[in-house]
């Protein structure tokens, strides 16, 4: 599963999901659910809390922890 998240939006094929992708990715769940699109600082959190190293992307083994 977390091999065809990153197909769909991993748009720039870099192996990781930048903050654009994961923002695109967040709000694409929510809008599924009937679910407003998340705030920023909403965003910016659930981005920390899932970013473990803090290098500023969601690598896929970090994409793991949140599928």
């Given at each position: 599963?977390?091999?065809?998240?990153?197909?769909?939006?991993?748009k720039?094929?870099?192996?990781?999901?930048?903050?654009?992708?994961?923002?695109?990715?967040?709000?694409?769940?929510?809008?599924?659910?009937?679910?407003?699109?998340?705030?920023?600082?909403?965003?910016?959190?659930?981005f920390?809390?899932?970013?473990?190293?803090?290098?500023?992307v969601?690598?896929?083994?970090?994409?793991?922890?949140?599928?």
């Open positions: 599963m977390v091999h065809k998240i990153f197909a769909k939006y991993d720039d094929r870099s192996g990781f999901l930048e903050k654009p992708e994961v923002l695109k990715l967040l709000d694409e769940i929510l809008i599924t659910q009937g679910r407003p699109k998340t705030s920023q600082s909403q965003f910016n959190r659930f920390a809390e899932f970013d473990d190293n803090g290098d500023g969601i690598s896929k083994n970090e994409c793991y922890n949140f599928v």
